[in-house]
């Protein structure tokens, strides 16, 4: 058993604490478990990353004392709560320690503290991480300056070689404990008895202790929220999604955007006609609120010290998604992130973020559709509707929206029947309905379903109802759109905006169109 606590040398006697390479790490006789949420992995590799990758872009770390066989170390704090032997390490924020002497800038620790504080009232500090293949000498007198604000913080010594693409992190983790060394009282560090959680998914509401994935803005700066996902490791999106910096009214937002919404640029704008769609391909990350916004883009005092420090704590490894080149130039310049703008793409999800923004961000409240975005324009003159874009509000463009899901549903479907069947008809020209009809014909025959299993047979019967109820559903929305249009023509003053009222046929219709969809959806 451990010696008990006696007290510690004043700081600078001739009693100082010797370095760990004299007195190597021992272990504790505790047994803790420490429960490790997405988050802290989330912000710990985007960490590590960009920080090397920086380094590797300036081709110079001499000054860092990172090399090629040796990365530069980073410091941060992790921050959670502490349940008799279980430790829940919740979120982290990053540290400015100098590697050679362990300088810490208090400062700056003790501004983000209070910044998290004021976000994660029911959080404390519970440690620190660093990276190293082993602790060394300077790393005791950083965790000394952590004393004053946990009498017990953990260290947590993460391998230099971090996989980005793997979430569990490589961790040793260490304690302080007070020994006798050659009968001098010794602060050393000790490895307990520990198992390490990864908490792969995010836990229902109810289930958390401290409420720290739905943060609210209650004074002026940062709201770090990260939303539950539901059956998804919140933390795999923060890492696999691009990041978008965009500004809202009333400052910016950081986004999380799916890979999969730039394949087809002409299709972004129905990402976000319909809110489970959205939901699936965007993830909000946080927010700050900015009264004066002209400094942002000023190429000599931009982007200014919060929104910079807003996005290097949330920027990850691939280009930072911005709505203009000048902020790309400021950004790129004062902070050394590599940028990415696109005049296709960025202006079509700037419109599909604007649609949605009131969902994502509470302050909000403007609900935006105007001015139409240009493929979302096109789609609806390719569909034949002559409405003036003054005269379309959302509803419309929802409508337009799920005319268009039931078209590529239908078009999927049909390629899925024509190809178990394009042997049966081939060289016929014929068009959907009638290949479907012609295939419902086909299975009636009891030859016609033998040559196929049970589970292929299900599917095809399946989709074969499917693709009818999206024939008729496509029918039934081209309907209703046009009476839209039509009561749109109807109205004496078209400058004033859609109509007040949609004819209750246009209204009834709508209603269960999207009654339906919901159901379609879940199944």
Request: hydrophobic share 40%; with cysteine.
């Amino acid at each position: 058993m451990p010696p008990p606590p006696v007290p510690l040398p004043a700081a600078g006697s001739s009693h100082a604490v010797p370095s760990v390479e004299s007195i190597p790490p021992s272990t504790s006789d505790l047994s803790l478990t420490f429960r490790i949420h997405p988050a802290v992995v989330g912000n710990i590799v985007a960490h590590y990353t960009r920080v090397n990758d920086q380094d590797a872009d300036c081709g110079d770390n001499s000054s860092s004392g990172a090399t090629a066989a040796q990365p530069q170390r980073i410091f941060g704090c992790v921050i959670g709560l502490q349940h008799r032997k279980k430790v829940e390490i919740y979120n982290s924020f990053e540290l400015v320690v100098d590697p050679a002497s362990g300088a810490l800038d208090r400062a700056l620790f003790e501004k983000k503290k209070k910044r998290y504080k004021n976000l994660f009232p029911n959080l404390n500090v519970k440690g620190w991480y660093s990276t190293g293949s082993h602790v060394q000498g300077t790393d005791m007198g950083i965790h000394m300056k952590l004393l004053d604000v946990d009498d017990s913080p953990v260290f947590l010594l993460l391998s230099p070689t971090i996989n980005p693409s793997q979430m569990d992190l490589p961790i040793t983790i260490y304690e302080s404990d007070r020994r006798f060394i050659n009968e001098r009282p010794r602060l050393i560090f000790v490895r307990p008895k520990h198992t390490i959680e990864f908490v792969k998914k995010a836990m229902s509401t109810e289930a958390q202790s401290p409420n720290h994935l739905h943060v609210e803005e209650t004074a002026s700066t940062i709201i770090a929220t990260m939303p539950p996902e539901e059956g998804e490791d919140a933390n795999c999106k923060r890492c696999t999604f691009r990041r978008m910096l965009f500004e809202t009214p009333s400052g910016f937002a950081m986004f999380g955007i799916d890979d999969k919404v730039f394949r087809h640029p002409e299709d972004i704008w129905a990402c976000f006609t319909n809110l489970c769609d959205a939901k699936d391909v965007i993830f909000k990350i946080g927010s700050i609120k900015f009264e004066n916004k002209s400094i942002v883009w000023n190429v000599n005092a931009g982007p200014g010290e919060d929104l910079g420090n807003f996005i290097l704590q949330f920027c990850n490894r691939k280009g930072l998604i911005v709505q203009d080149l000048q902020l790309q130039q400021v950004i790129e310049t004062k902070l050394r992130i590599e940028c990415w703008f696109n005049e296709q793409i960025v202006p079509e999800l700037t419109w599909g973020l604007n649609f949605v923004l009131h969902e994502f961000v509470s302050e909000e409240k403007e609900q935006y559709h105007l001015p139409l975005s240009k493929e979302l324009e096109k789609k609806i003159k390719t569909y034949g509707f002559n409405v003036s874009e003054r005269m379309i509000n959302r509803d419309f463009i929802k409508m337009v929206g799920r005319l268009k899901y039931l078209e590529d549903t239908s078009d999927d479907l049909f390629k899925f029947l024509h190809y178990k069947f394009d042997h049966c008809f081939s060289g016929v020209g014929m068009s959907k309905t009638e290949y479907v009809t012609g295939i419902s014909n086909l299975l009636k025959e009891p030859s016609g379903v033998m040559q196929y299993e049970m589970a292929v047979k299900q599917d095809i019967f399946r989709a074969i109802d499917s693709f009818w109820a999206a024939y008729t559903q496509i029918h039934n929305v081209r309907s209703c759109l046009r009476s839209m249009e039509a009561a749109a023509h109807l109205q004496k003053n078209g400058v004033m905006g859609f109509v007040k009222r949609l004819p209750w046929p246009a209204a009834f219709t709508f209603g269960c169109l999207i009654a339906m969809g919901v159901v379609q959806r879940k199944r």
